[in-house]
């Protein structure tokens, strides 16, 4: 499974930006989709995860402001991000938990990573 991530860009504080994510390959099921983001010099953090029957999950800090959501038939996970503020400019990495079918162990991949970038 391959995931392919875009959207990322240069945006003001307060504006928005849609990120998307597509998962690639043969004979898997998603369990979950979703994305992280790692600014210069901090660890990786959790901005928001989707399941496969549509649980949300997003951090206190983006609550409110972002929504994700999935379409399963194209395999793909979007981000829609609002209220963009500098403190959100990070590479955003895209992740998948999902097995193959008729499998119960699951397997993860991550994306390349999209870059966000908020001017003040």
């Known amino acids: 499974v391959q995931l392919q991530a875009s959207g990322g860009g240069l945006v003001q504080a307060g504006g928005f930006l849609r990120l998307s994510c597509t998962a690639s390959?043969?004979?898997?099921?998603?369990?979950?989709m979703g994305w992280y983001r790692q600014a210069p010099g901090n660890q990786r953090e959790l901005v928001a995860t989707?399941?496969?029957?549509?649980?949300?999950n997003y951090a206190d800090s983006v609550q409110g402001r972002f929504t994700i959501s999935m379409d399963g038939a194209k395999k793909t996970v979007y981000l829609q991000m609002s209220g963009l503020k500098p403190e959100d400019t990070a590479v955003y990495l895209c992740?998948?938990?999902?097995?193959?079918?008729?499998?119960?162990?699951?397997?993860?991949?991550w994306g390349q990573g999209t870059l966000v970038t908020v001017s003040s």
């Open positions: 390959g043969s004979g898997f099921s998603i369990n979950a």
């Open positions: 992740n998948i938990r999902w097995r193959y079918y008729g499998r119960t162990f699951e397997r993860q991949n």
């Open positions: 989707i399941t496969s029957e549509s649980i949300t």
